[in-house]
């Protein structure tokens, strides 16, 4: 008996993060899943994440973040009318939801990493980041969006949140009822190698993951080693701001392979974003018995043990703070967190993930 047609929608594979890897995961898994996407970026994925037969690309990549938004809406609303064909639609990122108005699908369901940011928690913080002039454009983008996007939530069937956090803004600010459903994590990628001479920060390079504050804490600790393994817009910013500094090293994206080689030699990862969704990082440093240091906030709050996993800084934490807390851990103590690392990262397997979408797919 033939499965009947599903397909997963994807904002657009711009970089190699959490949610592009849950979503092409979910693709591997389910051999019949095909994946609809605004573009691929070709730097990025360098091959094909999928068959031609079970990737469906709807525009042209850009580089300008606001236009990439809106035109990855307006393709999602206007070149998916081809989306009758299929009997189950799973919608995840911020843009991809609105490809609802086109679907005939017995089941509409929803796997959410995060409401849009810039539209609600983090509002404030965007547009007070960008320049005075750029305010009205992101200003309009967000009442673009908004109400598209809450029209599109209202016609899921089912929603899962990718953590009880993300759960919690679905709550407060949409007013919408959730399932928690972790990410896998693909933690059989990655396992203890050695323990080398450095820490290990993994965050992409954008303003709200906080890398710039760990940067800056190393800059001060001269005798102590950071490797910072990921790109972003602040790339430039941070080299020039650390080019003095001998004991940082900036290694932009690398392969899988060697950051499955990075984070089994380091010391600890540092993991410090603003209120993170949920936060792959710190299961797969744990999954290489490698403690974290993270902050008590969001996400990380549900994956890191303070002290048996890693340390949790205060809520928006400070340079002394952290400095503080990096010159305080004891070597041997990694040693001794590492059962406790691979036993918290375990809890976070594939199976209970996969599991779940079974009974739609």
């Known amino acids: ?69 809106l035109k990855s809406c307006l393709a999602f609303q206007h070149r998916t ?4 064909e299929y009997d189950t639609l799973i919608f995840s990122g911020s843009n991809a939801p609105l490809a609802v108005v086109n679907s005939q699908a017995r089941q509409n369901i929803y796997y959410c990493h995060t409401p849009p940011r810039f539209v609600y928690d983090l509002k404030a913080h965007y547009l007070n980041s960008i320049p005075a002039w750029q305010r009205p454009m992101l200003k309009s983008l967000i009442h673009y969006l908004q109400p598209r996007y809450e029209v599109a939530l209202g016609r899921m069937d089912k929603i899962f949140a990718n953590s009880k956090n993300v759960q919690q803004r679905l709550k407060h600010h949409l007013g919408v009822e959730s399932e928690v459903l972790y990410p896998l ?121 303070d002290g048996e996993t890693g340390w949790l800084l205060p809520a928006n934490p400070t340079n002394t703070q952290l400095i503080d807390c990096i010159s305080s851990v004891q070597y041997y103590r990694l040693g001794q967190m590492r059962e406790h690392c691979q036993k918290q990262a375990a809890s976070f397997s594939s199976g209970r993930f996969f599991s779940a979408f079974d009974r739609y797919l």
């Open 81 to 84: 009318g081809f989306l009758k």
């Open 185 to 305: 994590c693909r933690i059989d990628r990655f396992r203890w190698i050695g323990q080398g001479d450095y820490f290990l920060s993994t965050a992409r390079l954008e303003e709200y993951k906080r890398v710039e504050l760990i940067v800056r804490a190393f800059m001060q600790m001269p005798d102590k080693k950071l490797i910072v393994t990921s790109g972003g817009s602040q790339l430039n910013k941070l080299k020039a701001l650390a080019q003095n500094a001998a004991n940082i090293q900036f290694t932009g994206w690398v392969s899988e392979a060697q950051l499955a080689g990075l984070v089994g030699n380091c010391l600890a990862t540092i993991y410090i974003p603003m209120d993170e969704d949920f936060g792959m990082s710190p299961v797969e440093s744990m999954g290489a018995e490698k403690p974290v240091i993270g902050v008590n906030e969001g996400g990380v709050k549900e994956t890191v043990i």
């Open 1 to 69: 008996m033939q499965k009947a047609k599903a397909a997963i929608l994807y904002d657009f594979l711009q970089v190699k993060g959490g949610a592009e890897a849950v979503t092409l995961d979910l693709c591997r898994h389910f051999s019949h899943l095909d994946l609809v996407t605004a573009f691929v970026n070709r730097k990025v994925f360098t091959e094909s994440p999928l068959s031609a037969e079970r990737l469906h690309t709807l525009t042209s990549q850009t580089e300008l973040q606001g236009w990439q938004t």
